[in-house]
């Protein structure tokens, strides 16, 4: 895909390329996350059915997006993503109509702690907006 580029298939998936390199997936077809892994730096993927993916692209899923709410992505001119930042609707933000997207049914606790394929952009990256 040519950088400045934005292509869809539909209800399949969207691919983005900034000028700088960065390239971002938006899969709805569950089926196509793992292609998206291999080709992209950041798969969006609300229906995938793992967290990972094997190429070590950054997998936000729908259990991530659950617990960060909306994830705004900047570049920065890089197209490396340790160097970008990701600011999320809900981190940070203690309310108590958000307090069901914590919930672990699993192991019946609140955690409040970030799904752990994001956990590797720290505080000083990921942070709410307090909206």
Same mark, same amino acid.
């Given at each position: ?5 934005f ?6 998936w ?19 996350? %793992? ?7 950041v798969?969006?993927?609300?229906r ?5 993916c094997?190429?070590?692209?950054? =997998?936000?899923? %729908? !259990? ?7 994830? !705004?992505?900047?570049?920065? %001119? ?5 160097d ?5 609707? =809900? ?26 394929p ?14």
């Amino acid at each position: 895909i040519r950088p400045e580029t934005f292509a869809c298939a539909a209800r399949s998936w969207c691919i983005a390329r900034s000028d700088d390199g960065a390239t971002v997936a938006v899969v709805e077809d569950a089926r196509f996350a %793992g292609t998206a892994c291999d080709v992209v730096q950041v798969v969006i993927a609300a229906r995938a059915r793992f967290d990972r993916c094997r190429s070590g692209a950054l =997998m936000i899923n %729908g !259990e991530a997006l659950r617990r960060t709410g909306a994830l !705004e992505i900047r570049f920065k %001119g890089k197209s490396d993503p340790q160097d970008w930042s990701f600011i999320a609707a =809900m981190v940070g933000a203690d309310r108590s109509w958000m307090r069901h997207r914590q919930y672990d049914w699993r192991r019946d606790v609140f955690d409040p702690a970030l799904p752990e394929p994001l956990q590797f952009l720290g505080n000083a990256q990921l942070s709410g907006s307090g909206e």
